[in-house]
C-alpha cells in the first residue's frame, strides 16, 4: 500500500509528458530534415533534384524513426524528459528502468498518436496505450537537473532551430532558378533602379513560397530591394511548364 502511494506522488503531471513528446517530436524532425538539407545543400528546391531529395528522404527517415523509438534507451530519459524533469520505470518496480526493446515496443504506439493522446489526456491513470501494453510507468525525475541548466538547453534548441531554418531556407530561395529570373526582372525594371537610385544589393531573407508538382511550377516571392537612394519590397509571382522556364506573370512594388 505504501509503494502504491508513493508511486501516486511521483507519476508525472500530463502536462509534463505532453510538453516532452512535443520537445523529443520537434527535435527528432528537426535532426532527421536537417540531414535531408544538408545532403542535398542549398539547390535541393531545383527540379532535377526531386528525384534524388525522394530516395536521400528514404534513406534518412528509415534510421531516422528507428533511433526516434528508441529514444529513451539510456535510463529512460529522452531529450524533452530530461528538460521536463521525468523518466520512464517499470510499472512494477517504478526504481528499474525498462529494457530496450519494452521500450522500442512503448514508442512504437506513437503511431497512431491522436488515439494516444486522447487516451493520455483522458486517462485517470496518465497513461498512453504504449504504458498499458509494456506496462512501464513515467514519473518524476528524483535526481532532475537544476532548472537553469534544463531551460538553458530548451532555449537552446529553440535557437539553433530558428537559426537554421532561417539561414539554410534563405539560402535555399536564393539558389533557386525562380529567385535567379525573379532578380533579373526586378534589375531589368526601369522604375524600379529610379526609385532606388540605383540596386546596391538584396536582403537576407526573401519571403514567399514555391511549389513544384511533376515539373509544374508556381512561385510567390517578396524581396527587399536595397538601392542608393531607398529601399523597395517588390512582391513577384513566376510559374513554369514541365521541362520550362520560369516566366514571371507579376510584378508590384
Known amino acids: 500500500m505504501t509503494e502504491q502511494i508513493e508511486q501516486t506522488l511521483m507519476k508525472s503531471s500530463r502536462k509534463r509528458r505532453i510538453a516532452a513528446i512535443f520537445i523529443d517530436h520537434s ?17 535541393f528546391m531545383d527540379e532535377k533534384n526531386q528525384d534524388s531529395m525522394t530516395t536521400i528522404m528514404l534513406l534518412v527517415m528509415i534510421p531516422g524513426f528507428i533511433i526516434y523509438f528508441a529514444k529513451d534507451s539510456i535510463k529512460g530519459i529522452s531529450v524533452g524528459r530530461w528538460i521536463m524533469g521525468i523518466m520512464i520505470r517499470n510499472e512494477t518496480d517504478f526504481k528499474t528502468t525498462p529494457s530496450f ?11 497512431i498518436w491522436p488515439i494516444e493522446f486522447i487516451v493520455l489526456a483522458a ?15 513515467v514519473i518524476k525525475n528524483p535526481n532532475k537537473p537544476k532548472r537553469l541548466p534544463r531551460i538553458i538547453t530548451l532555449i537552446g534548441l529553440g535557437a539553433v532551430f530558428f537559426s537554421f531554418t532561417f539561414l539554410f531556407t534563405g539560402s535555399a530561395m536564393k539558389s533557386s532558378d525562380a529567385y535567379k529570373v525573379a532578380i533579373q526582372n526586378i534589375e531589368a525594371n526601369k522604375e524600379i533602379i529610379e526609385e532606388t537610385g540605383g540596386i546596391t544589393g538584396y536582403g537576407m531573407m526573401p519571403a514567399g513560397n514555391v511549389s513544384i508538382t511533376n515539373g509544374q511550377g508556381q512561385v510567390q516571392l517578396q524581396i527587399k530591394v536595397i538601392g542608393n537612394i531607398k529601399s523597395l519590397k517588390v512582391s513577384l509571382y513566376l510559374e513554369k511548364e514541365p521541362n520550362g522556364q520560369w516566366k514571371l506573370i507579376e510584378m508590384n512594388k
Open 27 to 43: 527535435v527528432m524532425s528537426f535532426l532527421m530534415v536537417s540531414i535531408i538539407f544538408i545532403i542535398m545543400g542549398p539547390n
Open 123 to 137: 486517462g485517470n491513470d496518465k497513461k498512453r496505450i504504449g504504458d498499458i501494453v509494456t506496462k512501464t510507468i
Open 101 to 111: 526493446w519494452k521500450m522500442f515496443i512503448r514508442n512504437l504506439f506513437i503511431i
